[in-house]
């Protein structure tokens, strides 16, 4: 009997026992229920206990029906799109965040001396835990915000994951471009791109992140990471940087950065520069950056190392603007308000750019501020201005809105001169741009811009040209690794000319192109020292070379319209930031592009091996519409290397190949809103050229200074110009009129700036020549004997300094001093006289030049007090443009009268302007 009841007694304990290790199985159900919730209706219907902060939580509901269920199942579920894990102990769950408990001591703490499992199986199969050292004293006592991404799993074997985010301004929610990311603990960083977005692999666990810039105040987190995901910055102004002149904010990327030849501007820092009639201007402060010029005064365009104006891309929040000034040169056509930042690239072009062979001008206007309104505006003596900023939905989407335009008509009727009160001149833009924040992965952006000019320099013509200008671009994080960006848009320009003049040849004239296309570009970040960007892009031009009809029913001009043009060009491109170690660096670029001419047109075939002119014309071909005319194309390479030979100390080398399928038709020296765009056809070829830069670059005192030297040189081929005495308007056979021929351009630049303290500003210096040759086996074909000769734009010595010295943070003064070489000049060298009238003989083409030029600016600005709370923060700028009155030729030009060969000089400013504009920002 005792031995039945022994029996029977370890019976029951053993069926206790497995009944208390028996998992408990749950029947549940709950829809669009709190996280908390759910977990108290568990506790309070069976034996668990929940430990957990309610902070953890946030708003999202879970919904659910299980049926005898695992308690583990049911909490993988609701904690899935969530930073929570758990951990069971019996009848006891605590939830965690972010991390995870461990039951028993990884693989690392335990494995054998003699295991024999390869390094590379160990990394891969390895759990590691995240431990956090209380006694690191990086910072040293210093408080920092601990902040924790991602959630761990228990099969995680990943080491390194990735952080991405964007960093705005804190005012107004702004992207900030080149701001640094720096990883203190890991030796890791990178910087943002143009909109503010970053993106970083770094080590599981333990990351103290700095950001970092001039003119905002650092931020440092402390940031354990467990999982991909997203970390975003909202960076406050430090109103210490506000006056001081700084071209680039971003430390050391002037070093550290593989593209050579670059250049950024800010807006707002270019605010205190001294330019003429008071008007802020930020594509004249890159005329003081060496190798950028322009003809002189009153010149549109800029010339490029060697380039001519037309071999500038410049955009528009993606879109190109054909004409970037107003008054021929002296205003930009930009608002300076809506405007956020220049980047200029003549060394190493990208390869998602193209199209032109010179440089590229990459404009964006401002995001509107998404929390609070506000603007800008200022008047002077000749213009006023205002931009606002208006918030649509808070937090996520803003407009912002820009107006500018000139009283100078009514200053010109004031005057006592009757020719000058009969004339006319007078501009205006505005421009639109809305941004929207759809998600964290998911920007809008649309910008919509025109733009007008009128001016009348003789009573009997009147002269209009305008842009207008739409883009829209979709800014998409594809996934952790990959970013893509859209662009759509649609560019138009256009001239009028009306002729109302004593005679009966009154006439109406007008010209415009049309440009519309896309870009999609994606940005792959395959490992920490692979990031490639690649791509396609395309764009339909739409041309009316010119149409000129009677102007009233007494005028005896015969009407002429010219066959329209029509081309598309398109371009595939391919690059990649390759970190070969920690010294040597490349970006490797490709990209592959054609043009293609379409009818409706007719097209006249030359004799192979003749002039083109009327006489050796061999067949007349007709095109249908949209009818393939003829292909052109080819391969671009865009490669640069940098090498550092020490943390501030680099040099780099770049190679670059482009193509130019459209083309001006001017034969002045200097650019014109009047000059026309002319498409590559069946008779002109596109223009290529080849550049290769060498530069080296040293930083000093961190980037308080900075020194750069580059020499480049390039060639080019199929470059257009003109025949002597050329009629290029309504020419319904310019290619009779146009000669197409080999360039050469080489060049020195040398750049020494000053970013920090009360002193500031840079000295540029350029050596540079630029030739031209027109040859060919006939004479009529040829220009200074088939020689090589100085380009109209050929200027050897070109020396800029800016300077801005801070007296107190509210009271500064600024100088800009400008000197160069006089641009080359064809004089006449003799005479002969016809029928009893004397007729100049002209030297060979741009034989001499106009005397030197040289300009003093100075300017003396006043901050408005800096108190925190008030209405607006106001800035007056009073200066004097051309102080030494200095006569600058802006041409010499020659003609006969009274059987006599006379010269003429002409100028813009030949005394000094004197200005004072007010600025307010609220």
């Known amino acids: 009997m005792k031995k039945y009841i022994i029996l029977f007694l370890i019976l029951f304990f053993s069926f206790t026992i497995y009944s208390q290790h028996k998992e408990t199985l749950i029947t549940i159900q709950f829809k669009d229920s709190p996280i908390k919730d759910v977990l108290s209706k568990i506790e309070n219907s069976y034996n668990f206990n929940f430990y957990f902060s309610n902070n953890w939580f946030s708003n999202g509901k879970v919904s659910g029906i299980y049926k005898d269920e695992k308690l583990t199942t049911i909490l993988e579920d609701i904690f899935k799109n969530t930073d929570l894990n758990y951990f069971v102990d019996k009848t006891n769950v605590y939830v965690l965040q972010n991390r995870i408990v461990y039951n028993e001591l990884p693989k690392i703490f335990s494995a054998p001396v ?442 005896d001009v015969q009407k002429i319209n010219l066959d329209k043009e029509k081309g598309l060009e398109s371009a595939l491109f391919l690059s990649d930031d390759f970190e070969f170690n920690d010294k040597l660096m490349f970006n490797l670029g490709v990209r592959y592009s054609t043009f293609t001419t379409l009818g409706e047109n007719t097209t006249r075939v030359y004799k192979e091996g003749e002039p083109k002119n009327d006489e050796t014309v061999e067949e007349i071909l007709n095109f249908d519409k949209n009818e393939e005319v003829k292909t052109y194309g080819g391969i671009e390479a865009r490669v640069a290397a940098r090498y550092l030979l020490k943390d501030n100390l680099s040099i780099k080398a770049s190679y670059n190949k482009m193509y130019q399928y459209i083309h001006t038709l001017s034969n002045n020296t200097t650019g014109s809103p009047i000059d026309t765009w002319k498409l590559s056809d069946y008779n002109i070829k596109p223009q290529k050229a080849e550049q290769f830069a060498l530069g080296i670059y040293k930083n000093i005192a961190g980037n308080d200074y900075e020194i750069s030297l580059e020499g480049y040189y390039k060639l080019s081929n199929n470059v257009p110009d003109f025949k002597t005495g050329a009629q290029l308007t309504l020419n319904e056979n310019i290619e009779t009129e146009i000669l197409q021929g080999k360039g050469k351009a080489y060049g020195v630049e040398f750049l020494v700036r000053k970013n920090a303290g009360d002193v500031n500003g840079w000295l540029s210096y350029t050596y540079s020549k630029s030739f031209l040759k027109l040859n060919s086996e006939f004479s009529e074909e040829q220009v200074n004997n088939g020689d090589y000769f100085p380009s109209n734009y050929d200027k050897p010595h070109n020396l800029n300094l800016v300077s801005n010295f801070k007296i107190t943070r509210r009271f500064s003064f600024s100088g800009n001093f400008t000197y160069q070489t006089g641009r080359p000049v064809t004089y006449p060298i003799g005479n002969f006289t016809y029928q009893g009238s004397d007729y100049p003989i002209y030297s060979d083409r741009n034989k001499f030049r106009i005397p030197d030029y040289y300009r003093l600016d100075l300017s003396f600005n006043v901050e408005g007090n800096h108190k925190l709370k008030k209405l607006g923060h106001s800035f007056w700028n009073i200066s004097i443009y051309n102080v030494l009155g200095r006569n600058n030729p802006y041409s010499v030009y020659f003609v006969t009268e009274d059987n006599e060969v006379k010269a003429y000089k002409s100028s813009i400013f030949s005394i000094p302007i004197p200005t004072i504009t007010y600025n307010i920002k609220f």
């Open 114 to 555: 003699n295991d024999t499992t390869s390094t590379k199986e160990k990394k891969n199969n390895t759990i590691t835990p995240v431990f956090y050292n209380k006694k690191s004293n990086d910072l040293g006592n210093s408080f920092i915000e601990t902040l924790r991404i991602g959630k761990s799993t228990i099969n995680d074997t990943k080491s390194t994951f990735i952080l991405s985010g964007y960093i705005k301004q804190h005012l107004n929610n702004e992207p900030i471009p080149n701001v640094t990311i720096y990883v203190k603990n890991r030796n890791l960083g990178v910087s943002t791109n143009n909109n503010g977005f970053y993106e970083i692999k770094l080590p599981k666990g333990e990351n103290l992140i700095e950001v970092s810039s001039i003119g905002v105040k650092a931020q440092v987190k402390r940031v354990f990471l467990f999982n991909n995901g997203q970390l975003n910055f909202s960076l406050k102004e430090d109103i210490e940087q506000l006056d001081e002149i700084i071209v680039d904010g971003a430390q050391d990327v002037n070093v550290e950065e593989t593209l050579m030849g670059t250049s950024e501007i800010d807006s707002e820092e270019s605010k205190n520069i001294p330019l003429v009639l008071g008007e802020r201007n930020i594509l004249k402060v890159a005329t003081t950056l060496p190798g950028i010029t322009t003809a002189g005064e009153g010149a549109t365009g800029f010339n490029v190392r060697g380039g001519k104006t037309d071999q500038n891309l410049i955009l528009l929040d993606d879109a190109v603007i054909y004409n970037p000034s107003h008054f021929f040169g002296i205003f930009q056509a930009l608002n300076p308000f809506t405007t956020k930042s220049l980047k200029v690239y003549k060394g190493s072009i990208p390869s998602e750019f193209g199209g032109r062979l010179s440089s590229v001008f990459d404009i964006k206007s401002k995001d509107g501020n998404v929390d609070n309104f506000a603007g800008e505006a200022s008047i002077g003596p000749i213009t006023n201005n205002i931009a606002l900023e208006l918030p649509i939905v808070k937090g996520k989407s803003s407009l912002m809105v820009g107006g500018r335009s000139t009283y100078s008509d009514w200053v010109l009727k004031s005057l006592d001169d009757d020719d000058l009160k009969k004339s006319k001149a007078n501009f205006y833009d505005v421009i639109a741009k809305y941004n929207h924040k759809i998600n964290d992965k998911n920007d809008i952006r649309a910008t919509a811009y025109y733009s007008k000019d009128v001016f009348s320099i003789t009573s009997d013509s009147l002269y209009s040209y305008n842009n207008a200008v739409f883009s829209l671009s979709w800014d998409n994080q594809l996934n952790d690794k990959n970013v893509g960006n859209l662009s759509l848009f649609n560019t138009h320009y256009g001239f009028n000319i009306d002729y109302d003049g004593d005679t009966n040849t009154d006439f109406a004239f007008d010209y415009g192109i049309v440009e519309t296309g896309f870009k999609y570009k994606i940005t792959y970040l395959y490992n920490s020292k692979h990031k490639i960007n690649y791509g396609i892009t395309s764009k339909l031009y739409n041309v009316t070379p010119g149409n000129k009809e009677p102007l009233g029913d007494e005028s």
